[in-house]
């Protein structure tokens, strides 16, 4: 059955390839056990599963970086160009998952929320999940007078419609009920990567990118919030690895965050390339678009990695394309 799949995989691939494409893929933390503070978010995959998706996506895909993305006279090669993603600051980009691509010799972009780094900070996505996991729904459903079904549910229907303020807000009145410490809660686990994790990275050649000052829905945003969301955090990022920041993905991936005024911002900023996330792939040439990128299951399997990186790609593009004509 794996060779079956192993045959329809390379002929996916090869179908990309001659139509043009390239495609992105998207991870955030590489762990093998998830914490408290991530349980429930959907962005941990095992050490193990991962490096097996890199196998088997080294075999019929190339892995470029944004060098080669951007190359007036790019290569040409066999097979179709692939770009490895990072989202968010988590310490085991640095300490897992870039040993394993310098290994294979794979280049990677890492999109940083520079508010994060040295664990000055606590995410409020790590929260959230962190009161789900540690004291359950109920704070959460008393202070937003609502039921909500998990921690997904909360940052994607209630939190993706705050401003910044209405964010303090929240975060400050759930640390007052569920009487957290946010300090000692970031000093036991350590989540998020350090300054110089950040600068050996960029020295090591990993391309950091912009993800936002606190990782928040720009969709909720004003043009001047937005401009600090992101100009901060661009100039807090350089500051730290001495090199421009070209690339820019939105938090969460979703289109409704890619405003006009946000788009607007970006542009202005200079920025070379932007990103949301989903199941497409991207055609030649690079432009101010915000091109896509695919997220792949927590555990590996030949038949899930067909699934997701070709057919499900396939389907949505046709499906885009049947809304655009009616």
Not at 106 to 128: G, R
Not at 136 to 150: A, D, H, Q, V, W
Not at 188 to 204: A, W
């Amino acid at each position: 059955m794996n060779a079956l799949f192993e045959k329809l995989q390379k002929n996916a691939a090869r179908s990309i390839k001659r139509k043009g494409g390239w495609v992105s893929l998207i991870f955030h933390d590489i762990n093998d056990t998830e914490s408290p503070l991530t349980e429930g978010l959907n962005v941990t995959h095992g050490r193990k599963d991962f490096e097996l998706f890199l196998y088997e996506l080294s075999k019929n895909y190339n892995f470029i970086g944004l060098d080669d993305l951007f190359a007036v006279n790019r290569k040409d090669h066999k097979k179709p160009d692939i770009l490895l993603t990072f989202d968010d600051a988590y310490k085991s980009v640095a300490t897992t998952a870039a040993p394993i691509c310098k290994e294979l010799k794979i280049p990677f972009v890492f999109f940083v929320n520079a508010n994060f780094m040295d664990n000055q900070t606590l995410s409020l996505d790590n929260l959230v999940a962190y009161v789900v996991n540690e004291k359950g729904l109920e704070p959460i459903n008393y202070i937003t007078r609502r039921k909500f079904k998990s921690a997904h549910d909360v940052i994607s229907n209630y939190i993706s419609a705050l401003n910044p303020e209405g964010r303090r807000s929240f975060s400050h009145s759930l640390l007052a009920l569920t009487g957290i410490d946010t300090k000692k809660v970031l000093s036991h686990f350590k989540p998020y990567i350090t300054s110089e994790d950040l600068k050996e990275l960029s020295k090591n050649g990993v391309e950091i990118g912009n993800h936002t000052y606190t990782h928040a829905h720009l969709r909720s945003l004003k043009k001047h919030e937005i401009e600090l969301e992101i100009n901060k955090n661009k100039k807090t990022l350089e500051a730290v690895t001495g090199r421009a920041v070209r690339a820019f993905a939105f938090p969460y991936g979703n289109k409704k965050d890619a405003t006009s005024a946000a788009l607007k911002v970006i542009d202005e900023a200079g920025y070379h390339i932007s990103f949301l996330v989903h199941n497409r792939h991207n055609s030649i040439p690079i432009t101010k678009r915000p091109h896509m990128r695919i997220s792949l299951p927590k555990t590996f399997s030949p038949s899930t990695l067909l699934l997701q990186l070709n057919f499900l790609p396939q389907v949505r593009s046709l499906r885009d394309r049947l809304r655009v004509s009616r």
